[in-house]
């Protein structure tokens, strides 16, 4: 992994790297989240399939589904928006059990967990990484797949586990 992009490309947050898509303020703002009972969590590791459950759902129920994880992406303005929305939220998320906002715990939401066969997930994330700019530069297979083992890889919603360790030790 390249050193020097890697600075301008990450932040921590709570000892956890993420990029700098989810700002520290919407990351920081996640403890006082309002959930609904009715809200519905999908999660997963990234590139295991989220976009395509996320499609499956939206015809399902006839409701839509916002792609991008409001919760972990963007600003406090993405929270806002999510607030707006209607009930029976549908909200996909990459963040560890951990991370989630507490009242999602607390008013016992419902949770869609995605897997996906990891060596597959592996190979997806590895191109994702070679082609987003906004992650540090992985030069080959064998360094990411270090990373990817050794539950090192950053995702947008900071650190990924190895799906092989899962997500919410």
Not at 5 to 28: D, N
Not at 30 to 51: M, N
Not at 84 to 96: A, F
Request: aromatic share 12%; net charge neutral; hydrophobic share 35%.
């Amino acid at each position: 992994m390249s050193n020097s992009g890697e600075a301008e490309l990450l932040h921590t947050f709570k000892g956890i790297p993420f990029t700098t898509r989810s700002s520290p303020e919407l990351l920081e703002s996640l403890d006082t989240f309002d959930a609904r009972e009715d809200d519905v969590l999908l999660v997963s590791y990234p590139k295991s399939g989220t976009h395509w459950l996320a499609g499956v759902i939206t015809k399902l129920y006839n409701t839509q589904v916002t792609i991008t994880s409001p919760i972990e992406f963007g600003d406090i303005s993405r929270l806002e928006e999510l607030d707006k929305l209607s009930s029976k939220r549908i909200i996909p998320t990459h963040l560890d059990y951990n991370m989630l906002p507490p009242n999602f715990k607390s008013k016992k939401c419902k949770m869609i967990y995605i897997s996906r066969n990891p060596k597959d997930t592996a190979v997806s994330m590895f191109h994702y990484y070679r082609d987003n700019p906004n992650l540090p530069t992985v030069d080959t297979w064998p360094a990411f797949f270090d990373l990817f083992l050794k539950g090192n890889a950053t995702c947008a919603g900071g650190r990924c586990p190895c799906p092989w360790q899962g997500p919410w030790k």
